[in-house]
């Protein structure tokens, strides 16, 4: 069964750190955070690739850090400085090696001010 199992965010003060974790059940050539803020759309992140390779939301650079292990087909999301304005659900998303994207349940990260 396909799983996309996210881990961590909560209640944070503005200039603090958070991490997120998300474990998958399949191996992902691709993958990658999003956000979706009250009332707005759901944006990239960041996005990791099977041999590393990263991008980034210009509202992120600097800031925060996607990583992840392969052999666990786990990606993290190691988040610094966090404003206000970053407060969000944030979900992990794998594509398998088919093209085939798969969602997790969503994180909800709050950044007190």
């Known amino acids: 069964q396909v799983q996309l199992v996210e881990s961590g965010g909560g209640l944070v003060q503005a200039g603090g750190s958070a991490r997120l974790s998300c474990a998958a059940s399949?191996?992902?050539?691709?993958m990658g955070w999003y956000r979706q803020a009250p009332g707005k759309q759901r944006e990239l992140v960041a996005t990791?690739?099977?041999?590393?390779?990263?991008n980034y939301a210009d509202s992120v650079k600097g800031r925060f850090s996607i990583s992840r292990d392969n052999a666990k087909n786990t990606v993290y999301l190691q988040m610094n400085s966090l404003k206000p304005e970053d407060t969000a659900v944030y979900y992990c998303?794998?594509?398998?090696?088919?093209?085939?994207?798969?969602w997790g349940q969503g994180a909800q990260v709050t950044v007190s001010s």
């Open positions: 399949f191996s992902s050539v691709t």
């Open positions: 998303n794998a594509r398998d090696w088919t093209g085939v994207d798969y």
């Open positions: 990791i690739t099977w041999l590393g390779s990263t």
